[in-house]
């Protein structure tokens, strides 16, 4: 399997748990990037939070020692805010250091070693939380953010491929730090509902990991679709409610939940948006409260005014 990444870079960082995947994955770029004169940094979070997370750190050491890479590690320190489950936090704050790490680094770009059961569990994950296809279109092969590159190389492939490539060069990890930073509801899922699930339907992860990828154009499409809508719309930093109007219910529902969350930066409630369906047709002026803020309407423009106690736009 090949884990480079186009075009070449100088210096390129791979995320490494010192689980399965990682392990495998941080072997077959060093294998990749050293006949081409690239330098690997292989870049360790340690949440704090799992008694053996000390010895999945002394793993990625002992691999970057062994197979020459440049080692960095980061321990989290801090909480979850009050109303934040330790998973969301430890995931934030991973991504967060990563990204600390890699630009330190001097990389542009980093590998994390997600697969194709990763890919299928984030798509099952996402339908139970009751997304839509943007959630549904689960994880990117190649995605910027925070001015770096995020690549997953190995999303498409079976897990049964890395098992080979683990075995095939012998190679040792410590299992499971994907336990690390609480994610209950993936752990339930790998543990009790995946095997129940390929057992009745033995193509579900390849099914799976297809539904992403429809869901993905699907998701694309929408994008363009309801950046058109808000560019008809639009008057200033406002929406036009009598162009908005004239839309279909289905596009008013998604220009609705775009607009909403480009102001507010975060998530919309659904049941937001139905309501204001239901009442902005026939109201001359109101207001009604909105992640953050709230939004008003007056001579026929809605707009968005953020809570000046409430905390900032949330950036992920
Ligand atoms: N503690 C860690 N330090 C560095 N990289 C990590 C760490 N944990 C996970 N990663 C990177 O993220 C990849 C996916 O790990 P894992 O499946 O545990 O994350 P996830 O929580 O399921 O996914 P996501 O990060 O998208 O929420 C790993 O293969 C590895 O590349």
Redesign the pocket.
């Known amino acids: 399997m090949g884990a480079t990444a186009t075009p070449r870079p100088a210096e390129l960082a791979v995320?490494?748990?010192g689980?399965r995947?990682?392990t495998a994955?941080l072997h077959a770029t060093l294998r990749a990037a050293r006949p081409l004169g690239v330098r690997v940094h292989a870049?360790?979070?340690h949440?704090g939070l799992h008694p053996q997370a000390d010895t999945?750190q002394r793993q990625v050491r002992t691999q970057c020692r062994r197979w020459g890479a440049i080692f960095h590690a980061t321990r989290l320190s801090g909480a979850p805010a009050p109303a934040e489950s330790v998973e969301a936090w430890a995931?934030r704050e991973?991504y967060a250091a990563?990204a600390t790490m890699a630009r330190a680094a001097g990389c542009d770009i980093v590998l994390?070693?997600?697969h194709r059961r990763?890919q299928a569990e984030t798509v099952l994950l996402q339908l139970l939380r009751g997304g839509g296809a943007r959630g549904l279109a689960a994880?990117p092969a190649d995605a910027k953010r925070g001015g770096l590159r995020w690549l997953r190389p190995w999303r498409d492939q079976p897990r049964e491929a890395i098992e080979a490539y683990l075995r095939q060069h012998r190679l040792r990890w410590v299992d499971d730090?994907?336990n690390?930073?609480g994610?209950y509801a993936?752990n339930r899922l790998q543990q009790v509902v995946w095997p129940a699930l390929t057992d009745a339907f033995p193509q579900a992860e390849a099914a799976l990991a297809q539904a992403a990828a429809r869901a993905a154009e699907e998701a694309a499409a929408l994008r363009e679709f309801v950046a058109q809508d808000a560019a008809a719309c639009a008057d200033g930093d406002a929406l036009r409610v009598a162009a908005w109007r004239a839309l279909s219910p289905a596009r008013q529902a998604l220009l609705l939940r775009h607009q909403v969350e480009v102001w507010s930066g975060r998530g919309v409630p659904g049941t937001l948006v139905r309501r204001l369906q239901a009442e902005l047709p026939g109201a001359a002026s109101g207001q009604w409260p909105a992640p953050g803020g709230r939004l008003v309407l007056r001579k026929g423009r809605l707009s968005y005014q953020r809570d000046p106690s409430g905390p900032g736009q949330h950036s992920d």
């Open positions: 995320a490494a748990s689980g995947d990682s994955l870049l360790h979070v949440h999945w995931r991973r990563l994390l070693a997600h990763d994880m730090p994907g690390d930073d994610r993936r």
